[in-house]
């Protein structure tokens, strides 16, 4: 498949015959945007609190209702079977099980039970993320992940979960995208908890990759298998000639950063150079645990960056520039050869034969049902190019096992609140009524056996 292909008006949606035997299809969601955070006994965390400060969130809204999937999960398990998919990939919520971050909630764990056994009755593999930004308040307190009893913690909560479901998880990511835990939050103040502080993101982003370590060590001594981790990728390139500097710190910062330090148990000097000072004391000695062998990576891929050096700013002294590409109502582009490309780096550069999983694609689009009805044909097209991609990524050597479409139903998405669509279902949310888009319709007629 050439680069022609990714940009085709109405790709070739690929069917399942092309993909290798045994590839797993499935879709996605997160715990604190579905659930409704003010069911079934979940403490506060900081998202509620930072969706409760003005204007970090759109409309202020937060994810106390959500999708109410806490009251309708088997609904929705039915809505995955009725599409074909071999698997769903769900998170459990840290505020729910722990609602200070310490003492069990039984409630918590029984509707994970439910749930995961839901699952398996409908011929649903299970795939466990264990922690997707749902810190519980109580941590949050003590400094969140810039402290380093966060990732303790973690790794308490990840033996607890795993205690009461891991017999029945065909795989566990420990952590969902880190940059966003760390980075995005803590730097750029985007996500909770809203941070602008250098010191901040270097103890988080040092210390969400000691949680994974620490939690993958606590489980791997329980005797669990099948133990990974999802990161988020984007393919950094240059909005001119002269910005190699720029390419590099970028990337830097946003890849290498996560995946050098579980693949080689090393940071890229070149971010080491701004954020250094501000590391926690005796950092180095956490890189053996970290760097602890993976059974598989997980990759979230949205879009591209095009970027630049940014003269006289303060460190990173880089900027983004808007691409030429037709977007999503997010604003990001889409661009398919980016997953291509990113998926034959991950296995030529850093994990070799290891499985590799999609955990993570999709696209938002301004949706309305009528007369019954959601036609989205963008997000058809979406999946049919990004799906190409993946295909041509396993033709050139990556050991790629599974695609997750993001997200299973429009959701709480963060900072945008309920203002961006991603969803194969469109959820009407003074209703919570469930209409599947026509993209859900495509997909299944790709997947069915």
């Given at each position: 498949m050439s680069d022609a292909t990714f940009t085709e008006p109405n790709p070739a949606m690929p069917r399942r015959s092309d993909f290798?035997?045994?590839?797993?299809?499935?879709?996605?969601?997160?715990?604190?945007?579905?659930?409704?955070?003010?069911?079934?006994?979940?403490?506060?965390?900081?998202?509620d609190s930072f969706a409760a400060t003005g204007r970090n969130v759109a409309g202020n809204e937060d994810?106390?209702?959500?999708?109410?999937?806490?009251?309708?999960?088997?609904?929705?398990?039915?809505?995955?079977?009725?599409a074909g998919l071999d698997a769903y990939r769900f998170s459990t919520s840290w505020a729910r099980v722990m609602p200070d971050g310490v003492t069990v909630n039984p409630e918590g764990l029984d509707f994970y039970d439910r749930l995961v056994d839901g699952m398996i009755e409908r011929g649903l593999t299970p795939y466990l993320t264990l922690y997707h930004w749902d810190l519980p308040s109580a941590l949050a307190d003590k400094g969140g992940w810039a402290n380093r009893?966060?990732?303790?913690?973690?790794?308490?909560?990840?033996?607890?979960?795993?205690?009461?479901?891991?017999?029945?998880?065909?795989?566990?990511?420990?952590?969902?995208?880190?940059?966003?835990?760390?980075?995005?939050?803590?730097?750029?103040?985007?996500?909770?908890?809203?941070?602008?502080?250098?010191?901040?993101?270097?103890?988080?982003?040092?210390?969400?990759?000691?949680?994974?370590?620490?939690?993958l060590a606590r489980l791997r001594a329980a005797g669990h298998r099948n133990?990974?981790?999802?990161?988020?990728?984007?393919?950094?390139?240059?909005?001119?000639?002269?910005?190699?500097?720029?390419?590099?710190?970028?990337?830097?910062?946003?890849?290498?950063?996560?995946?050098?330090?579980?693949?080689?148990?090393?940071?890229?000097?070149?971010?080491?150079?701004?954020?250094g000072g501000h590391m926690p004391q005796g950092w180095e000695a956490d890189m053996p645990t970290i760097a602890a062998p993976l059974d598989w990576l997980g990759v979230n891929y949205y879009t591209r960056a095009i970027?630049?050096?940014?003269?006289?700013?303060?460190?990173?002294?880089?900027?983004?520039?808007?691409?030429?590409?037709?977007?999503?109502?997010?604003?990001?582009?889409i661009y398919p050869q980016g997953l291509r490309n990113l998926l034959v780096r991950m296995a030529r550069d850093y994990v070799g034969d290891l499985p590799i999983v999609v955990t993570e694609n999709g696209m938002a689009w301004d949706d309305h049902v009528q007369d019954g009805q959601v036609a989205d044909a963008v997000r058809r097209n979406y999946i049919a190019a990004?799906?190409?991609?993946?295909?041509?990524?396993?033709?050139?050597?990556?050991?790629?096992?599974?695609?997750?479409?993001?997200?299973?139903?429009?959701?709480?998405?963060?900072?945008?609140?309920?203002?961006?669509?991603?969803?194969?279902?469109?959820?009407?949310?003074?209703?919570?009524?469930?209409?599947?888009?026509?993209?859900?319709?495509?997909?299944?007629?790709?997947?069915?056996?």
């Open positions: 290798p035997k045994g590839f797993v299809f499935g879709a996605a969601t997160a715990a604190y945007q579905i659930e409704g955070h003010g069911f079934g006994g979940a403490g506060p965390c900081h998202w994810g106390a209702r959500a999708c109410e999937h806490y009251l309708r999960w088997a609904e929705d398990l039915d809505l995955i079977r009725d009893e966060t990732a303790e913690a973690f790794a308490e909560y990840a033996a607890v979960v795993m205690d009461r479901i891991g017999d029945r998880v065909a795989r566990t990511a420990t952590i969902n995208e880190p940059w966003c835990v760390s980075w995005l939050s803590h730097y750029e103040g985007h996500h909770a908890p809203g941070l602008r502080d250098i010191r901040a993101t270097a103890r988080s982003m040092h210390h969400i990759q000691l949680a994974h370590g620490l939690a133990l990974g981790i999802v990161l988020n990728f984007s393919e950094i390139l240059p909005a001119g000639p002269g910005e190699e500097a720029a390419v590099d710190l970028s990337d830097a910062i946003s890849n290498r950063w996560f995946i050098e330090s579980v693949a080689r148990g090393t940071y890229p000097q070149v971010v080491l150079d701004g954020l970027v630049s050096h940014d003269k006289g700013a303060a460190w990173p002294a880089t900027r983004a520039h808007e691409g030429p590409l037709p977007k999503t109502q997010m604003g990001w582009e990004h799906l190409g991609a993946a295909r041509q990524a396993i033709a050139e050597g990556a050991n790629l096992q599974g695609f997750f479409y993001w997200s299973l139903l429009d959701n709480y998405e963060w900072a945008f609140g309920y203002a961006r669509r991603f969803g194969l279902v469109h959820v009407d949310f003074d209703t919570m009524k469930r209409t599947p888009k026509a993209s859900y319709h495509a997909l299944k007629a790709a997947v069915s056996r």
